[in-house]
């Protein structure tokens, strides 16, 4: 049985999910309208846990992060990384394979989501409400040149379970 937190956070996994899905419904080009829309969403969503979820579970183990969170933390450096340059095929492959690993962390009765409405408990409701209040995340224009994807290679280096 899972609870609110984790049916809000996978509800919203699967929204992005769909939306990339859409971005490359045809191999060879990237639809922008959905891709700009998966960008914002999964910004928002990495400040949900950034800045909400991963810093309650903290304070609730008395100061000590999740087992998950350096993980967590590492994945979501190269996801946003990955969203910097002008999306091709080969840049949502990347992001694909990232969230490949890093959902299932999160996700279902032994993932990190459950884990911290475990800590949580009557909390749950209350820190699902800030959740909801994060605001969406300002879009920068893309950028590209070979330093930005070198950055984007190293993140994806560091990750590496």
Do not use: W
Not at 15 to 23: C, G, N, S, T, W
Not at 42 to 59: D, G, T
Not at 98 to 123: F, I, M, Q, T
């Amino acid at each position: 049985m899972t609870g609110p937190i984790d049916r809000f956070l996978s509800q919203d996994h699967a929204r992005l999910d769909e939306l990339l899905r859409q971005a490359l419904a045809d191999p060879s080009t990237v639809d922008l309208a959905p891709y700009e829309r998966f960008r914002a969403g999964l910004l928002r969503h990495i400040s949900m846990e950034e800045k909400v979820l991963l810093p309650a579970a903290r304070r609730l183990r008395g100061g000590e992060p999740l087992p998950a969170a350096k993980q967590l933390r590492a994945d979501h450096g190269a996801l946003a990384a990955l969203l910097v340059p002008t999306p091709t095929p080969a840049i949502i492959a990347a992001i694909r394979d990232v969230l490949a690993g890093h959902n299932p962390l999160e996700e279902g009765p032994d993932g990190v989501y459950a884990e911290c409405e475990r800590l949580l408990g009557p909390e749950a409701q209350s820190l699902l409400a800030r959740i909801h209040e994060v605001p969406e995340v300002p879009l920068a224009a893309h950028v590209d040149g070979p330093r930005v994807h070198e950055h984007v290679a190293n993140l994806l280096r560091a990750r590496q379970r």
